[in-house]
């Protein structure tokens, strides 16, 4: 079992900035990869970002590609995922979610095991 908790989301105007943090628990978390996700009620989820413990490979949608940032702390089991220059299209509630293997960027949330309760972020224009 891997536990999965986020934090860090909040309401921010346009442009600024948001870092989340995803703190992991559990049996050999390091062999997961892991991935954020966002879902829009009405929407299906979304694939944000993803990459592995070592960080060597990360992965992102074309839509935050160069805005934001993923990034883990072995020693914290802790995924962040850096925000910056938000939009009111980023607007979502944000889940951090584990898979096994080690394929960074799987876009399926289907193909994840496990998934953190979620964190809003609410961006106003």
């Known amino acids: 079992q891997v536990q999965l908790v986020e934090s860090g989301g909040g309401l921010v105007q346009a442009g600024a900035s948001l870092r989340l943090s995803c703190i992991a628990s559990?049996?050999?978390?390091?062999?997961?990869?892991m991935g954020w996700f966002r879902q829009v009620p009405g929407n299906e989820r979304e694939f944000v970002a993803g990459t592995r413990w070592s960080g060597d490979i990360v992965a992102y949608a074309d839509s935050v590609k160069g805005r934001f940032s993923i990034s883990g702390d072995n020693a914290k089991n802790t995924v962040y995922l850096q925000m910056n220059s938000l939009k009111p299209e980023d607007t979502a509630v944000y889940y951090c979610?584990?898979?096994?293997?080690?394929?960074?960027?799987?876009?399926?949330?289907?193909?994840?095991?496990?998934w953190g309760q979620g964190t809003q972020v609410t961006v106003s224009s």
């Open positions: 979610a584990a898979r096994s293997g080690l394929r960074v960027g799987v876009r399926r949330p289907g193909d994840y095991n496990y």
């Open positions: 559990g049996r050999t978390v390091s062999s997961y990869t």
